[in-house]
């Protein structure tokens, strides 16, 4: 059985979750793209072997979206926390 830590709930069997994809960033300016580079980022993912950043849902508990970095091949999850923005920065 495959155990995923919840940041709020604790371990929990990975049937409780839903797998929301490998964390793909969002391109800056998404008018800009050529239909070409659009279709890449909605459709194309790395696929790598080895550790990778995915989104999970917490679906059958307290409804949270966070990140875990899983081994693809052996499915150990090494780390699960919650999304932070990329300017953490605390306003003055």
Same mark, same amino acid.
């Given at each position: 059985m495959l155990l995923l830590s919840c940041p709020n709930c604790g371990p929990r069997n990975v049937a409780e979750f839903r797998f929301g994809g490998e964390v793909h960033p969002r391109p800056a300016q998404p008018a800009h793209l050529s239909d070409a580079s659009w279709s890449? %980022?909605? %459709?194309?993912?790395?696929?790598?072997l080895g550790v990778q950043k995915e989104w999970w849902y917490h679906r059958a508990g307290c409804g949270l979206w966070f990140l875990a970095e899983r081994h693809t091949q052996t499915n150990e999850v090494t780390a699960t926390y919650r999304w932070q923005p990329a300017d953490t920065t605390p306003s003055i």
């Open positions: 890449d %980022y909605l %459709y194309m993912r790395a696929n790598t």
